[in-house]
């Protein structure tokens, strides 16, 4: 009975690894203010799987990719990773984007 709930337990453990989505997956912007007084806003929509990026006069979508922590989107060489407040980008002119917090 033990072997039979290891599976169980893993695919557990994996969707809650998982369960960290963007910063409450929402259709607002936020607005992240970063080191060298660079700024740039990501609209986290479809409960988290996309995100509309805007910075140095560049809007992209970023699709969710695998993450080990925190929210992490990508497209065309360019990347967002966020963990709660705190967030990084790069693949956007002006960056990269670096110690960058929502406001």
């Known amino acids: 009975m033990r072997r039979a709930l290891a599976p169980l337990a ?11 989505l963007a910063p409450d ?6 607005r992240y203010r970063c080191q060298a007084g660079r700024t740039f806003t990501a609209t986290y929509a479809l409960h988290g799987k996309r ?10 979508v970023l699709k969710l990719a695998r993450s080990g922590s925190g929210a992490r989107y990508t497209a065309r060489g360019a ?6 407040p705190d967030a990084m980008l790069k693949g956007f002119p002006g960056g990269p984007y670096q110690d960058c917090r929502s406001q």
């Open 79 to 84: 990347e967002i990773w966020s963990k709660g």
């Open 25 to 30: 997956a929402t259709d607002s912007p936020i």
């Open 10 to 20: 893993l695919l557990v453990l994996t969707a809650a690894g998982c369960s960290t």
């Open 51 to 60: 995100v509309e990026v805007t910075a140095g006069g560049v809007t992209r």
